[in-house]
């Protein structure tokens, strides 16, 4: 069973930095795509970044192109998430999420077999 625990959630000033980690679980992880998704309080999940397992391939949602920086680490089985710039909207819970056996970059959340608990992230103005 996949496994997905975040955590670096946490306040911080806007013009501030958080770097998130997901730390992965449950099987060996090769042929795999990991990524960040995002909800406010009122409004759907949105996709943030993601990232293939193999060759690090990324995309990043443009809301956050500049500012977040998605990579991973082999080694530790850890997904990061550097988040510079942080402004008030940024302001959401953080969820890890992993698909199983794909090289596609979705940004659908539908997509994604696995999801962490979530890591609050409040930015304030």
């Known amino acids: 069973q996949v496994r997905l625990v975040e955590s670096g959630g946490g306040l911080v000033q806007a013009g501030g930095s958080l770097r998130l980690s997901c730390a992965a679980s449950g099987r060996t992880f090769s042929r795999d795509v990991m990524g960040w998704f995002r909800q406010a309080p009122g409004k759907e999940r949105e996709f943030v970044a993601s990232?293939?397992?193999?060759?690090?391939?990324?995309s990043h949602a443009d809301s956050v192109k500049g500012r977040f920086t998605i990579s991973r680490d082999n080694a530790k089985s850890t997904v990061y998430l550097q988040m510079n710039s942080l402004k008030p909207e940024d302001t959401a819970v953080y969820y890890c999420?992993?698909?199983?056996?794909?090289?596609?970059?979705?940004?659908?959340?539908?997509?994604?077999?696995?999801w962490g608990q979530g890591t609050q992230v409040t930015v304030s103005s």
């Open positions: 990232i293939t397992w193999s060759r690090g391939m990324t």
């Open positions: 999420v992993a698909k199983i056996s794909s090289l596609n970059l979705y940004t659908d959340p539908r997509k994604y077999d696995y």
